[in-house]
């Protein structure tokens, strides 16, 4: 089964497929690139194989016949991250007009990173709302308007802000579907960038994934390349639950080529980064570039690590992680939440509970230290989790 | 009071006190913005040691004469708050009440809206600072004032005139609080046959601001409400078998048992909530009324009647959360369909709400954020009503929002569980008085809109209709285990992808309520 699935992945079928599966997307690095952060792909499409197969209630997924596979030439368009965000955005504007867009100096200013640059001139004020700031009222407007019709897609400036709207994200976001008895749904996106940046201190470098992470009824992504960024905040826009997608604030500026035809990501999936066979690193978010940074050196020293990014920070897709541990037995989590209590921790213990009679050692787990980010460059380099570090931490696993 | 003042100082000049003591009086007293008995006792006085003994008993005597001085409704509220304190000197210290500046002429008010007029009403201009009633510790009354407008005055509350609405109205009105206040006796009768648990907030005392303001809205406007929920939403039209089974923890409770008395949710009725965290739902009933606003500019969705309304609920203590004051601001930013209706019955739980508020009057944040804000004697439904009909009407027509301050009372205690030890029974009193059911009854009567025996029908159909809620209540099933993750996502995929591949929603024991999820 897990063979299969890679064979398909890897494999670029030519033949459109049949539309109502879900197209989920892979992409492959350009090996031996000169650059690390820059990720190169080809518009792929893995239909039948999925071992999903029949019983799965699709999403509602707008897809064209695959025309243009067959081009020869570089298929899609070039783009930076963030414009992929704005792209899938205004698709999703244009497609629904009730969808719209609330946060800080989102509409003239066009977003203190540029994700909605130009929407508000297109879509108008209402539509695209600027708003003074007050994250928890805004937040918790938005989950009125999202309980009264709209599809509102909430900006934190920065995901840190978003603490302020923990009351509204929590009680009203997490838990109103079910208080109500499913009488309401919030179709809301919560979106911004979080992480740690360059220097940027530690209130703007928090990384709110492990905060949010134990609320009930919300579901929680995490961006990494153009490709699944545009795909999982279409996803994210067109799915019925409130939806946290995190950006981070050092990924915006990644350029990628991405297909021009329509495409929605799965939001519960993974993402095979690179297929491998003597370790498992999960992965998700900026960390994703220091493991594949860390990959090229471990190739070099004749490792083959299997890299998968898990992109669904809640809920864990257990299958394409279980079946990477079924092959690999060894599994490093890599991610930037703090050590305690952080996404890492928590996909830790789901893989003993799952697949303990698979592991050949014990699950290794890199994090950001339990520190306040530091503004000093070096201080704040030891904070997070390095690629030197990786390499260690593989060779110790597959001793 | 003045003579006494005269006495003082008389006693001060002989006792020949220093200099200065005598100037700071002078200086205090020119500047007009206090009087003899704060004077005394305004912790900033301290007279001189020698003077200690005499300073003590003027106090005690201004203090015992001051109780007699008959209190008085019509006055305008600002004295009424200050409160009586003693002299620093013989205290523990005590934190001084809000002193008060002279209210604004209404030149200085923003906009011409109709309800600016209100509080530029005579009751405001008639203040005197040289009044002496009131300082001492008095019962700590709201401000109670008409609030028509000058050719309407008094209209409501006397007999013999014109009735301010129909017969079918009155009895409408009559029906919906006889309605809240029989459920709510009723409610705390079960809980205390252990019927329903946890928190269990009564709304006794309270029906005049639910009806006097629900009753006016379509099917389409919506309501967003505190923990105090059940009237508001019996108001809104959800059928009081819904209310009662959901409190009894049902699976046909309108919320499925799974909300609980704090939490009533009707999408039918568009009843947005229920919310336990104070100020939780103002921000909700903000979405709603963007909701609105977006739907006829954007969606191009408009009703002939105009923009659907929202009306938010909460109470006094809610009015110092950021939450209050942030949509406040973007209420009037935007002008949204909404109104801010402040339950103000004094007390959040056993914090008086002169106690927590540097400035009591909650109407006044209105104008701060540039709508109007006003008062209504909330203990009184057609008061309410007029008022009501106001601020909706402006809402639909786009005007943007409006704070209404209703003054009302609970007559319970914050919750079943709340032993209400510190309101004094003559404040009660006052309220009880007031009973906007009695008084509703009363003015049905004296114009002869319905007989008493009518009247007397309505309470009898309204009992069998809470009997009715409760043997249903009482009969329904209890949730099965099959309902317990059913809710959690709208999309249940939202549960993700079992190790087997599966989507863990597609799991057979997820419908069973067992699947480890």
Redesign the interface.
């Known amino acids: 089964m897990a063979s299969l699935q890679m064979a398909a992945l890897l494999s670029a079928p030519s033949t459109p497929v049949a539309s109502d599966r879900v197209r989920v997307g892979s992409l492959r690095l350009a090996a031996r690139n000169g650059s690390a952060l820059v990720v190169r792909s080809e518009a792929k499409v893995s239909g039948g194989v999925s071992?999903?197969g029949a019983?799965?209630?699709t999403?509602a997924v707008a897809e064209k016949a695959a025309a243009a596979s067959s081009t020869d030439s570089k298929p899609g368009h070039e783009l930076l991250l963030f414009e992929a965000l704005r792209e899938g955005l205004d698709e999703e504007m244009e497609r629904d007009?009730?969808v719209?867009v609330m946060g800080e100096d989102v509409g003239h200013y066009g977003g203190s990173y540029k994700v909605t640059k130009g929407l508000a001139t297109k879509y108008?004020d209402?539509?695209v709302l600027d708003?003074?700031i007050?994250e928890?009222?805004?937040?918790?407007?938005?989950?009125?308007?999202?309980?009264?019709?709209?599809r509102p897609v909430v900006e934190g400036m920065n995901m840190g802000f978003l603490l302020l709207a923990y009351?509204?994200i929590s009680?009203?976001c997490g838990m109103?579907?079910?208080?109500?008895?499913?009488?309401?749904?919030?179709?809301i996106v919560i979106r911004g960038p979080g992480g740690v940046g360059r220097q940027l201190g530690a209130e703007h470098s928090q990384r709110l994934e492990s905060y949010f992470q134990s609320i009930?009824?919300l579901?929680m992504v995490a961006c990494s390349t153009p490709y699944n960024a545009k795909g999982l905040m279409k996803a994210a826009i067109r799915?019925?639950?409130p939806v946290v997608l995190f950006e981070h604030v050092l990924l915006y500026n990644l350029k990628e080529r991405i297909p021009d035809e329509e495409y929605v990501l799965s939001?519960?999936?993974a993402e095979k980064v690179r297929p491998g066979e003597h370790v498992t690193i999960l992965t998700y978010s900026r960390m994703r570039y220091h493991v594949m940074q860390a990959a090229k050196t471990l190739v070099n020293k004749g490792y083959d690590p299997e890299v998968i990014d898990i992109r669904?920070l809640?809920?864990?897709?257990?299958?394409?992680i279980?079946n990477s541990i079924k092959k690999t037995h060894r599994v490093l989590i890599v991610e930037e939440c703090m050590r305690t209590g952080g996404i890492g921790a928590s996909l830790r213990s789901a893989i003993i509970d799952?697949?303990w009679d698979y592991l050949d050692a014990p699950i290794l787990c890199l994090s950001s230290q339990d520190v306040p980010t530091p503004y000093a460059g070096t201080l704040e380099n030891w904070t997070v989790v390095q690629p030197e570090q990786i390499v260690a931490a593989v060779e110790q696993l597959c001793k | 009071m003045v003579s006494l003042y005269y006495i003082k100082c008389f006693l001060i000049r002989i006792t020949k006190g220093p200099r200065k003591f005598l100037n700071k009086i002078k200086a205090i007293h020119s500047d007009g913005s206090s009087h003899a008995v704060a004077l005394l006792t305004s912790p900033s006085f301290s007279p001189p040691p020698l003077l200690y003994p005499l300073h003590f008993l003027l106090s005690l005597l201004l203090q015992n004469l001051s109780n007699s001085f008959p209190f008085s409704t019509s006055l305008a509220p600002l004295s009424l708050y200050l409160e009586f304190v003693p002299m620093a000197a013989f205290s523990a210290v005590k934190i001084p009440p809000p002193q008060f500046t002279t209210v604004r002429s209404s030149s200085q008010r923003p906009g011409s809206s109709p309800f600016q007029s209100v509080h530029s009403s005579s009751a405001f201009n008639s203040i005197s600072f040289g009044s002496a009633k009131s300082v001492r510790s008095r019962p700590l009354f709201a401000v109670s004032s008409d609030v028509v407008s000058s050719d309407k005055t008094k209209a409501a509350s006397s007999s013999a005139s014109i009735p301010a609405v129909t017969r079918e109205v009155a009895l409408e009105l009559y029906e919906d609080m006889v309605l809240g206040r029989a459920f709510e006796d009723m409610c705390a009768q079960m809980y205390y046959r252990g019927k329903m648990f946890g928190f269990v907030h009564l709304y006794n005392g309270q029906e005049a601001v639910s009806t006097g303001f629900i009753k006016l809205l379509n099917q389409s406007d919506?309501v967003?409400s505190t923990y105090r929920d059940h009237v508001h939403a019996l108001s809104k039209g959800v059928p009081s078998r819904e209310v009662m089974a959901e409190l009894f923890g049902k699976a046909t409770?309108?919320?499925?048992?799974?909300?609980?008395s704090m939490?009533m949710?009707?999408?039918a009725h568009n009843l947005?909530?229920?919310?336990?965290?104070i100020g939780?739902g103002?921000?909700?009933?903000?979405?709603?009324?963007?909701?609105?606003?977006?739907?006829h500019?954007?969606?191009k969705q408009s009703k002939p009647e105009g923009l659907d309304v929202t009306l938010a609920f909460f109470g006094d203590g809610t009015c110092n959360n950021?939450?209050f004051f942030?949509?406040l601001?973007?209420a009037q930013?935007w002008k949204l369909p909404i109104i801010f209706v402040v339950e103000n019955n004094l007390w959040a739980i056993g914090m008086s709400h002169l106690r927590a508020t540097s400035d009591p009057e909650i109407w006044k944040k209105g104008p701060a954020f540039g709508m109007p804000g006003v008062h209504v004697d909330g203990m009184d439904v057609l008061k309410v009503r007029e008022v009501a009909q106001e601020a909706i009407a402006r809402a639909r027509r786009g005007e943007g929002p409006t704070l209404v301050e209703c003054e009302t009372y609970r007559f319970r205690g914050h919750s079943l569980a709340d032993p209400d030890e510190l309101r004094k029974p003559d404040e009660k009193a006052h309220y009880a008085s007031r009973d906007p059911i009695v008084a509703l009854k009363k003015y049905i009567i004296e114009h002869g809109l319905a007989s008493e025996s009518e009247l007397k029908s309505i309470d009898k159909k309204i009992d069998d209709v809470v009997e009715d809620a409760v043997e249903f209540a009482d009969s329904s099933p209890l949730p099965p285990r099959s309902q317990l993750l059913?809710?959690?996502?709208?999309?249940p995929?939202?549960?993700?992808?079992?190790?087997?591949?599966?989507?863990?929603c597609?799991d057979p024991l997820f419908t069973q309520g067992t699947a480890q999820?």
């Open positions: 071992a999903r019983n799965l209630i999403h007009p009730t719209c108008g209402l539509r708003t003074p007050a928890n009222s805004f937040t918790g407007m938005g989950i009125g308007s999202a309980m009264t019709g709209l009351n509204q009680n009203n109103l579907h079910y208080t109500s008895g499913g009488q309401f749904k919030i179709p009930p009824g579901q799915s019925e639950n939001l519960e999936e669904s809640k809920p864990f897709d257990l299958y394409t279980g799952n697949f | 919506k967003v409770g309108c919320c499925r048992g799974q909300g609980g939490h949710f009707s999408a947005l909530g229920g919310f336990a965290f939780e103002i921000p909700v009933a903000t979405g709603a009324a963007f909701s609105a606003k977006y739907h500019e954007v969606l950021g939450q942030e949509c601001n973007m930013l059913e809710n959690v996502f709208a999309d995929k939202g549960f993700g992808i079992g190790p087997d591949g599966k989507y863990r597609e999820v």
